[in-house]
């Protein structure tokens, strides 16, 4: 099988396994309780969304695309920009049951919009090799929540410390702060039409 992968989905698989160290960094966190191990899981996010441009682009520059490298970009992406957020949101803190709840709708709707993308793109694209335009916005867009996080970390504003506090609602936690996290899964399941670069 690796033989033939395509130099772009090496690039794919990179962006994946940033994720995957994202993920790694975080349980790391939550074993040690370093703060360098949050840096770290934040840091990766970058690179997975560099590596995420730059398979698209090593693809159309080399004409070289396959529906195994679609779907390859697809599980990467999952990986690296919806599993990994909630699960640094989390080491940081959001771990009330309303939290959890907020982090699996939104990686729900990360892995939603992509199946969506992906059975729509040959309709988006109107006859060519490229969309014109994406249905709700790019699972990508985590990387803003990640900032956010890093921030906080930054801040020290972890755990109990978190920014806007906890509210107990039937008796179980729910960080406010956990609330960008539904806006953005509800902003990508959307229908919103934002226009591809």
């Known amino acids: 099988m690796i033989r033939e992968f395509q130099l772009a989905d090496w690039f794919t698989l990179s962006n994946a396994l940033c994720g995957v160290g ?15 191990h949050l840096y770290i899981a934040c840091g990766l996010m970058p690179f997975a969304l560099l590596f995420d441009v730059l398979d698209g682009r090593i693809a159309r520059w080399r004409q070289k695309s396959s529906a195994m490298g679609r779907e390859l970009d697809s ?4 990986i690296s920009f919806g599993v990994a957020p909630a699960a640094i949101a989390y080491a940081c803190g959001m771990q009330g049951l309303f939290d959890r709840i907020v982090l699996l709708f939104f990686v729900a709707s990360g892995v939603s ?23 709700g916005t790019p699972i990508p867009t985590s990387l803003f929540l990640v900032i956010v996080l890093a921030l906080a970390v930054w801040q020290g504003a972890l755990g109990s410390q978190l920014w806007l506090g906890v509210l107990f609602i039937g008796g ?10 539904a806006l953005s ?3 990508m399941i959307s229908r919103i039409r934002i226009p591809k670069l």
């Open 113 to 135: 919009r992509l199946a969506r993308y992906n059975v729509t793109a040959e309709e988006l694209s109107e006859g060519g090799d490229k969309v014109k335009y994406f249905e």
């Open 75 to 78: 599980l990467a992406d999952v």
């Open 185 to 187: 899964g509800s902003l």
């Open 172 to 181: 179980f936690q729910l960080h406010p702060l956990t609330l960008m996290f």
């Open 22 to 36: 994202a993920l790694f960094s975080a349980m790391t966190y939550l074993q040690t309780a370093e703060t360098a």
